[in-house]
Nanobody
Framework: QVQLVESGGGAVQAGDSLRLACTAS????????LGWFRQAPGKEREFVAV????????VYADSVKGRFTLTRDTAKNMVFLQMNNLKPEDTAVYHC????????????????WGQGTQVTVSS
């Protein structure tokens, strides 16, 4: 059974930075990408970023491109989301996710889904 556990959320001011971490435990299928989604109250789940198994190819949502950086430590089964120049509209619960399908276009809940970590950005 695969578990995804997020950490690193918090409350910050606009323009600040945060680094989220996701640790995958259990038998994660080799080759599965790992990524992040976010969900704000009253809004739909939104794709944020995804990286492939080796971490050498990453896709970002337009809303975070240039501000967020996703990296992967394959040996430790971890991914990190460095979030810079945070904006109030980045406020959401951030979920780590993994699936054999394309996380950037998936329409249903990913196969593996973490409980999430809250990020709150005030202006």
């Amino acid at each position: 059974q695969v578990q995804l556990v997020e950490s690193g959320g918090g409350a910050v001011q606009a323009g600040d930075s945060l680094r989220l971490a996701c640790t995958a435990s259990g038998q994660l299928f080799s080759g599965y990408p790992l990524g992040w989604f976010r969900q704000a109250p009253g809004k739909e789940r939104e794709f944020v970023a995804v990286t492939n198994w080796s971490g050498n190819r990453t896709v970002y949502a337009d809303s975070v491109k240039g501000r967020f950086t996703l990296t992967r430590d394959t040996a430790k089964n971890m991914v990190f989301l460095q979030m810079n120049n945070l904006k109030p509209e980045d406020t959401a619960v951030y979920h780590c996710a993994s699936d054999y399908r394309n996380l950037a276009t998936i329409e249903t809940l990913p196969k593996y889904w973490g409980q999430g970590t809250q990020v709150t950005v005030s202006s």
